[in-house]
């Protein structure tokens, strides 16, 4: 059984900082590329960063020089930091991995895993 836990949403005033954090847990051989999403109500669940396993990330063009994506491949862990949050990064954000992990003591299988979201609310 593999488990994404996320945690750090919360509600921050505009210019604010919020720090996402998401642990991978479970039966895991490696995890491949890991990032962050987000929907908004109404809208599609859009990527917002990404981060491969030797550390080379991907932004959308909306949180660059804002937001920063990085892991602890030790800890199976991926953070996003995220500054000068303004109103429409209001979102549920979502964890995602790509990880390869045992379904049997011989048996191994990749497939893609999602945390459950957590809220981020820019208001003042």
Do not use: H
Not at 45 to 52: H, K
Not at 63 to 76: H, L, P
Not at 100 to 108: D, H, L, N
């Amino acid at each position: 059984q593999v488990q994404l836990v996320e945690s750090g949403g919360g509600l921050v005033q505009p210019g604010g900082s919020l720090r996402l954090s998401c642990a991978a847990s479970g039966n895991i051989v490696s995890i491949n590329d890991m990032g962050w999403y987000r929907q908004a109500p109404g809208k599609q669940r859009d990527l917002v960063a990404a981060i491969t396993s030797g550390g080379t990330t991907n932004y959308a063009d909306s949180v660059k020089g804002r937001f920063t994506i990085s892991r602890d491949n030790a800890k199976n862990t991926v953070y996003l930091q995220m500054n000068s949050l303004q109103p429409e990064d209001t979102a549920v954000y979502y964890c995602n991995a790509n990880l390869r992990y045992y379904t049997s003591p011989y048996t191994a299988r990749r497939d893609d895993f999602w945390g459950q979201g957590t809220q981020v609310t820019v208001s003042s």
